[in-house]
């Protein structure tokens, strides 16, 4: 059986001669280094903005609107350029096995950085509805828990990712059940409070922005698990479906 290095190069069109071959798969690989390097420069400015955005939205510093609508464009546009690159990458040279899913899963993760971005960019411009500085404490220090647990999620992700760990996505995912039950934690505390009035819908907003910035990191970790290993792992609801097959009927 030939090793995962040797499936994983492009196939060898009958025009190349072998000199032009190894020379064609050094240009892939070249090519395919830079998009993950642009991908991880990305998901890192994602993962540097969430901790320290929702600190300055939880002080009510309106600053911090300018500067994530302007992260959140200019990580999409990065986004979009590694995703458009990689398409390319992927029609012209026909990756097979382990590049093959590297590419494939940059492709995949570029959606999460992009989407964690324009989260994190909803969180803040809820400054234009509330302000988070008058809420109160138990609400405040359930909030600002949740942002951040899911800054962890999302940078244990990426750490996944630059790793290539194919183990981490089982811890990754459950720092992410931690965040979903910080989640509903927050939103009962929310319902039970005095005088929150229509700040009850913009913290649930927030709450969910939060608990799926945390999904993407998952998404991220797992994608680092399929490169690595091949498989799917799951997580979440199947990861405990799996896990226990007798409970789906109950």
């Known amino acids: 059986m030939m090793s ?18 190894q020379e064609t798969r050094i240009d892939f690989h070249n090519r395919l280094d830079e998009l993950d390097d642009a991908f991880v420069a990305a998901g890192l ?9 929702s600190e300055g939205f939880l002080l009510g510093d309106e600053a911090v609107l300018d500067r994530a609508d302007q992260m959140a ?17 992927l029609a012209r040279e026909g990756p ?19 989407r964690s971005a324009s989260l994190l960019r909803h969180a803040c411009f809820t400054l234009n509805q509330f302000d988070p500085r008058f809420l109160d404490q138990p609400i405040r220090s359930q909030l600002e828990e949740l942002a951040r647990r899911s800054a962890e999620v999302f940078v244990a992700g990426m750490d996944a990712w630059r790793r290539r760990d194919a183990l981490a996505v089982h811890d990754v995912d ?16 929310v319902v039970e409070a005095d005088d929150v009035g229509t700040e009850l819908l913009v913290l649930g907003l927030l709450a969910r922005y939060y608990e799926r ?3 993407h990191g998952v998404e991220i970790a797992r994608d680092a698990a399929f490169v690595a290993t091949g498989q799917r792992v799951p997580v979440g609801k199947q990861r405990v479906q799996a896990e226990f097959p007798d409970d789906r009927a109950s």
């Open 174 to 189: 459950d720092a992410d059940e931690a965040v979903d039950e910080l989640q509903k934690v927050l939103l009962q505390q």
């Open 4 to 21: 995962d290095a040797r499936d994983a190069a492009p196939r060898r069109p009958q025009s190349l001669d072998d000199a032009e071959f």
């Open 96 to 114: 097979v096995g382990g590049d093959l899913r590297r590419l494939v899963a940059l492709l995949r993760m570029t959606v999460d950085v992009s």
């Open 213 to 215: 910035i945390a999904d």
């Open 45 to 53: 400015r994602v993962a540097d903005a969430v901790p320290r955005m």
């Open 73 to 89: 464009v200019e990580v999409t546009m990065a986004c979009e350029d590694v995703e458009d690159a990689g398409f390319v990458l």
